[in-house]
C-alpha cells in the first residue's frame, strides 16, 4: 500500500509562485510514475504533469495549459515529488492531488489534495 500526502498550497495573487511537495511511503519509489492532477469546482478532474525515472533520467511531461509555468520534479532518495508553479493565473484555482502508478499501469494510489487559490 502506498500513502501520499500533500503539502504546500495556499493562497497567492496572480504572477506569484507556490511550490507544492508530496511525500509517498512506497518502498520502491523509483519505479512509480508520479503524476498532480486538479480539479476545479465544477469541473472534472484533469491532468497536470508527471513524472517517470528510467534509471538514470528523468522524463517529465505537462499539460499544454501548464507547459513553460509548472516544473514536476522528484527525489528518489527521500521519496518526494514536487510540483514548482509559476506564472500562477486565477484559472489554476482548484484542488491538486499528487497520485502514484505501478510502471504500465493507471494511477492508483492518490493523496488527500491540498488547495490552491489563485487571486486576480
Known amino acids: 500500500q502506498v500513502q501520499l500526502v500533500e503539502s504546500g498550497g495556499g493562497l497567492v495573487q496572480a504572477g506569484g509562485s507556490l511550490r507544492l511537495s508530496c511525500a509517498a511511503s512506497a518502498r520502491t519509489f523509483s519505479t512509480y510514475v508520479m503524476g498532480w492532477f486538479r480539479q476545479a469546482p465544477g469541473k472534472e478532474r484533469e491532468f497536470v504533469a508527471r513524472?517517470?525515472?528510467?534509471?538514470?533520467?528523468?522524463?517529465?511531461a505537462y499539460a499544454d495549459s501548464v507547459k513553460g509555468r509548472f516544473t514536476i520534479s522528484r527525489d528518489n532518495a527521500k521519496n518526494m515529488v514536487y510540483l514548482q508553479m509559476n506564472s500562477l493565473k486565477p484559472e489554476d484555482t482548484a484542488v491538486y492531488y499528487c497520485?502514484?502508478?505501478?510502471?504500465?499501469?493507471?494511477?492508483?494510489?492518490w493523496g488527500q489534495g491540498t488547495q490552491v487559490t489563485v487571486s486576480s
Open positions: 513524472i517517470r525515472w528510467s534509471g538514470t533520467i528523468t522524463d517529465p
Open positions: 497520485a502514484g502508478a505501478s510502471s504500465g499501469g493507471e494511477y492508483k494510489y
